[in-house]
């Protein structure tokens, strides 16, 4: 069957320490893979797109990468900080980019 | 971006009744979609909604339990209807502009039904 998986476990790391998340998808071929943040009661907001003729985007603090051989995309932040603390959802462009579809999220956690 | 506000923010609901959920859009957008999101768990697209025709929807929701309108390019309507507890959950708009593939949420509307 055709799914994403992000890591279920939360995800605990110390203030100015890097994270990284990881999403994994089968049976898809994305044009472009996504990453949100969603916070507690809030909807997702969008934080970076990847093509798949992309290897690595940056965007301030935030690097994603996307290997399709793999299926796989790896969500980093750098220098973390508390109020990088939220859910992060992964999400894929699929049926041409008309339909997205998201992965269950990892929470995560910066201590100070 | 966009700027998307939901009406209710959240309802408490007895089963049997129907719930009109209302999400206005800063902006005019050709594609807007609903969702769901049961807690701890992924979204899941309901249907997605251009303005102009039928809403489009997805395996497991029919038009009849989830009544979608779209009368403007700014405005659309998801009623859940004859509740049941298994409806309980977060319902979530969210539009596309332009070309651009990255969607914008609105706050979602928190549904509880007794």
């Known amino acids: 069957s055709q799914k994403i998986e992000q890591n279920s476990e939360a995800l605990n790391i110390q203030e100015g320490k890097t994270a990284t998340l990881t999403c994994n998808y089968t049976?898809?071929?994305?044009?472009?893979l996504q990453w949100y943040r969603q916070d507690p009661g809030r909807g997702p907001v969008f934080l970076l797109l990847?093509?798949?003729?992309?290897k690595e985007k940056r965007k301030e603090r935030l690097k994603v990468t996307f290997d399709t051989t793999l299926k796989q995309s790896l969500f980093h932040i750098t220098a973390s900080q508390p109020a990088d603390s939220a859910t992060y959802l992964c999400?894929?462009?699929?049926?041409?980019?008309?339909?997205?579809?998201f992965g269950a999220g990892t929470r995560l956690f910066v201590k100070a | 971006s966009a700027v998307i506000s939901q009406k209710p923010s959240r309802d408490i609901c007895q089963r049997g009744t129907s719930l009109t959920i209302q999400c206005q859009v800063d902006?005019?957008?050709?594609?807007m979609f609903w969702y769901r999101q049961q807690p701890g768990q992924s979204l899941t697209l309901i249907a997605t909604?251009?303005?102009?025709?039928?809403?489009?929807?997805e395996s497991g929701f029919v038009i009849d339990k989830f009544p979608i309108s779209r009368p403007n390019l700014t405005f659309s309507t998801l009623t859940v209807s004859n509740m049941s507890p298994e409806d309980s959950s977060i319902y979530l708009c969210?539009?596309?502009?332009?070309?651009?593939?990255?969607?914008?949420f609105g706050p979602g509307t928190r549904l509880t039904v007794t």
């Open positions: 969210s539009v596309r502009s332009g070309g651009s593939y990255e969607q914008y």
């Open positions: 049976n898809y071929s994305p044009a472009y």
């Open positions: 990847i093509r798949e003729n992309e």
């Open positions: 999400a894929l462009d699929i049926s041409g980019g008309f339909k997205t579809i």
């Open positions: 902006s005019q957008v050709t594609m």
């Open positions: 909604a251009n303005q102009g025709s039928e809403a489009t929807y």
